[in-house]
T-cell receptor
Framework: DAGVIQSPRHEVTEMGQEVTLRCKPI?????LFWYRQTMMRGLELLIYFNNNVPIDDSGMPEDRFSAKMPNASFSTLKIQPSEPRDSAVYFC????????????FGPGTRLLVL | DAKTTQPTSMDCAEGRAANLPCNHS???????VYWYRQIHSQGPQYIIHGLKNNETNEMASLIITEDRKSSTLILPHATLRDTAVYYCIVRGSARQLTFGSGTQLTVLP
């Protein structure tokens, strides 16, 4: 299995531009999580899905952030418009249904907003 | 989920056992203790988890005290590749993982 796949691995953009981050979870996993990591705030959950349905988006910072999961094998996290404070590493993770199941993390997307 | 307390950093000599402590004094009966690690510039990696019994797998051992208020992750023979930030996480019914600051373990040659 290829594991959780994220793209792009690195993104540099200018303030005000739209940014789209992509994630392919491990096949058969029905939970998908988006986390963000910064030096100041550490690793924090943004949103998670179960069977393609958003369950908890309380960690999404503001309306500029949106996430979708159109099917079981693909999710996007969009920032529009982007701001310098959005610069961070964004991780996607997936897991199976069983409550104490392990979460598997992707390699992350390193975003820099100038 | 209960809060955890870990030392900010630790050093360990290569080939020796690394013992990483974690305090979780407010843990409740149905909460598990999880350990993840994050090697620089990579995504977090699952290591091990347990409820109240000691656990061992190919990566590490987890020792949980009888009162469950603290635990220790043991890497039996640390290598340079074990240098990473180690996160102790207490997780109950919540689906998400709540990461603290973790312990930066540096394995020295």
């Amino acid at each position: 299995d290829a594991g959780v796949i994220q793209s792009p691995r690195h993104e540099v953009t200018e303030m005000g531009q739209e940014v789209t981050l992509r994630c392919k979870p491990i096949s058969g996993h029905d939970y998908l999580f988006w986390y963000r990591q910064t030096m100041m705030r550490g690793l924090e959950l943004l949103i998670y899905f179960n069977n393609n349905v958003p369950i908890d988006d309380s960690g999404m910072p503001e309306d500029r952030f949106s996430a979708k999961m159109p099917n079981a094998s693909f999710s996007t996290l969009k920032i529009q418009p982007s701001e310098p404070r959005d610069s961070a590493v964004y991780f996607c993770a997936s897991s199976l249904t069983r409550l104490q199941e392990t979460q598997y993390f992707g390699p992350g997307t390193r975003l820099l907003v100038l | 989920d209960a809060k955890t307390t870990q030392p900010t950093s630790m050093d360990c000599a290569e080939g020796r056992a690394a013992n990483l402590p974690c305090n979780h004094s407010t843990i409740s009966g149905n909460e598990y203790v999880y350990w993840y690690r994050q090697i620089h510039s990579q995504g977090p990696q699952y290591i091990i988890h347990g409820l109240k019994n000691n656990e061992t797998n190919e990566m590490a051992s987890l020792i949980i005290t009888e009162d469950r208020k603290s635990s220790t992750l043991i890497l039996p023979h640390a290598t340079l590749r074990d240098t990473a930030v180690y996160y102790c996480i207490v997780r109950g019914s919540a689906r998400q993982l709540t990461f603290g600051s973790g312990t930066q373990l540096t394995v020295l040659p």
